[in-house]
């Protein structure tokens, strides 16, 4: 970025190949929609390159992008009227070892279903810092500069958000057993 910064626009093309796919998985799980998604993930690439000047090196690139995407996604969502809706469980499965017997993979693509349906359950902040800590994995002091917060309360809401992700994943479980 800082490459870009100072003129190298070429370098914009490397950026965008290397962190696209992993804003594109944040934006969508955060959304609940894939169009919307691409259509914000071109916005922020657009506004790095707008506003380049503005980049300083403090702190990781990544993060700086995270708060950039996240500004975009609240500007989506006052625009549209709308609010982040749950997303295709298929979204949050990894790869799957095609080794599996069928009720151990029937078993893993049920909990996959419930943990999506408890993530939609989870109101957007809750959701929000849950994506950056544990899916995007960025460190909680990375989290606090995205969410303009602290570290410690960057912990504390990952730790509440986790508690009650967890809460709606057993009460989903309950449901469904019944």
Not at 57 to 70: C, E, I, K, P, V
Not at 86 to 91: E, K, L, M, R, Y
Not at 137 to 165: D, W
Request: proline letters at 2%.
């Amino acid at each position: 970025m800082l490459a870009v910064r100072d003129g190298n626009l070429d370098c914009m093309g490397e950026l965008f190949e290397r962190h696209h796919g992993p804003l594109f998985g944040y934006l969508s799980k955060l959304t609940g929609n894939r169009t919307a998604a691409e259509d914000i993930s071109q916005i922020v690439f657009q506004r790095m390159l707008k506003y380049r000047h503005t980049y300083r090196d403090q702190g990781s690139f990544t993060a700086w992008m995270y708060h950039l995407a996240r500004r975009c996604a609240s500007d989506h969502f006052r625009k549209t009227s709308s609010s982040p809706v749950a997303v295709d469980p298929s979204s949050l499965e990894e790869h799957e070892d095609t080794e599996r017997r069928a009720d151990e993979s029937a078993a893993s693509s049920d909990d996959h279903a419930l943990l999506h349906r408890a993530l939609g359950r989870l109101d957007r902040d809750d959701r929000e810092v849950l994506l950056l800590s544990r899916l995007q994995e960025l460190s909680f002091a990375e989290v606090a500069g995205i969410l303009e917060c602290s570290v410690g309360a960057a912990r504390v809401r990952s730790h509440r958000a986790l508690r009650t992700l967890r809460d709606h994943y057993f009460k989903l479980q309950k449901e469904t057993s019944l």
